[in-house]
């Protein structure tokens, strides 16, 4: 006799199923320091990556070398140089640069091509492809400090790279680019990140950090819009030097037209697919506005309050609504979103004879119950009917009493209701009626 499936793997896999949907044939650019290759992370990573192009999702990876270029250095005994926080390229450097970026691209190849057994790369056959996709041009003299070498982002070949990626390949850009009479320059790889993503309309931009982004009292910030995301770095606090540079070229990406960007921490294994298939996340996501909005519900909506109210249909807290009803009413509803997903709804029914209104079918899937979401549904219900001219709010329930109670609703009787409504009420059923005036 087989066992039964285990019901938290059916049900996990059931909720990563729409992020696989909503991925699938997008374009990510993955963004990471050559710290991520010296400190031995980029196997585990390499497996994350062949998840996600098995997911179908088009894959760039922009690497830095910075610790690489460093140890090219020492090796010349030649010591770096940097300008405000960039590095000053003379031609030794240069060369150090080319090396560096040469021998950490074979080891990357050579990575990402590993089939070992009983691991996620088991069989695979990653494609990669590289090339001169970055022009480039020198940043010439600032506060009389001679970059040299150094150069800054002038065009990305966006068409070359898609038509690597519409082949099946995962590209690597590396940070270097080419000017058009032949020369070499050596660029930061947050610039080529942000410029690659932007230029290819990328669907996400994620940085791996040196920690993830934290308040003050250093609970993790698992979201941000671009002017929160200013604000923070303003503020100077509670940033390691990574996190700062990430979060503000992830604030650039997000303003340049790149639909979300993520800052993760490089030290936590699976951070990346915890970040991309968990509503949760593992890091912060930065995105040009916020995420949350409470607004009027759509026909596209019904299948999502049809599945948010169906626990509560089932247990008895609401009262059954079919999808036949729901689509006739659903210009009653207003749902609060986030991130494309409904948290919660609620539904006014007039009764213009009595200036009533009726709170109804209030809603709020049960993970996120306890941050203000009924509340916040409550309020936008109590200002639709405000504007619609009506004077009081009633409300039915047989379970939430004292959570109306508390704010302002006073218990009543059946016969307190709008006669039409109570021709309507349901006696065996027993519903408590509240009411607030408003």
């Known amino acids: 006799m087989r066992s039964k499936p285990d019901a938290s793997f059916v049900t996990w896999f059931r909720s990563v199923a729409p992020y696989f949907n909503a991925f699938r044939g997008r374009t990510f650019v993955i963004a990471f320091g050559g710290e991520l290759v010296a400190e031995g992370r980029f196997v585990a990573l390499a497996h994350d990556l062949n998840l996600l192009r098995s997911a ?49 691209r074979v080891e990357m190849d050579a990575l990402l091509s590993l089939g070992l057994p009983n691991t996620p790369m088991a069989g695979a056959a990653i494609n990669t ?48 680019g080419f000017s058009p009479t032949g020369e070499v320059f050596n660029l930061a790889m947050e610039d080529v990140a942000v410029a690659t993503a932007a230029a290819l309309g990328a669907a996400k931009l994620v940085f791996f950090s040196d920690a993830a982004l934290a308040g003050a009292d250093g609970r993790l910030l698992p979201e941000l819009s671009a002017n929160e995301a200013e604000r923070l770095l303003a503020s ?6 990574d996190s700062r540079v990430y979060l503000a070229h992830a604030v650039e990406a997000v303003r340049a037209g790149v639909e979300r960007a993520h800052v993760i921490a490089r030290n936590v294994d699976g951070a990346l697919l915890a970040e991309l298939f968990t509503h949760e996340g593992s890091g912060s996501m930065i995105t040009a ?3 949350e909005r409470l607004r009027p519900a759509t026909i596209e909506d019904v299948g999502g309050i049809l599945q948010l109210i169906a626990p509560l249909e089932a247990d008895g807290t609401l009262v059954r609504r079919g999808r036949e009803l729901l689509e006739r009413e659903i210009g009653r509803f207003s749902v609060l979103e986030h ?95 509240l009411v607030k005036a408003i």
């Open 56 to 104: 179908g999702i088009r894959l760039v990876l922009v690497h830095g070398s910075r610790p690489q270029i460093e140890a090219q250095l020492a090796a010349r005994r030649q010591r770096p140089r940097y300008h405000q926080g960039l590095r000053v390229t003379d031609p030794v450097a240069l060369e150090c640069v080319k090396a560096a970026v040469g021998l950490l």
């Open 129 to 176: 492809v590289s090339g001169n996709f970055i022009t480039a041009r020198p940043m010439g003299v600032h506060d009389g400090v001679d970059y040299q070498h150094t150069g800054a982002v002038r065009r990305v070949d966006a068409p070359a790279i898609a038509g690597c990626l519409d082949a099946g390949n995962i590209v690597i850009v590396s940070p270097i």
């Open 236 to 241: 100077g606090r509670h940033l390691t030097g």
């Open 289 to 291: 506005d916020k995420l």
């Open 339 to 433: 991130d494309r997903m409904i948290l919660g709804c609620a539904a006014l029914y007039p009764f213009p004879r009595t200036r009533a209104g009726e709170l109804a079918c209030l809603a709020v899937r049960p993970e996120y119950r306890g941050n203000g979401h009924g509340e916040k549904l409550m309020r936008a219900i109590e200002e639709r009917a405000r504007a619609a001219g009506m004077k009081k709010l009633f409300v039915l329930t047989t379970r939430t009493a004292q959570w109306f109670a508390e704010r302002g609703f006073a218990a009543t009787g059946a016969e307190a209701l709008p006669r039409e409504k109570r021709s309507l009420y349901n006696w065996q059923r027993r519903s408590r009626v």
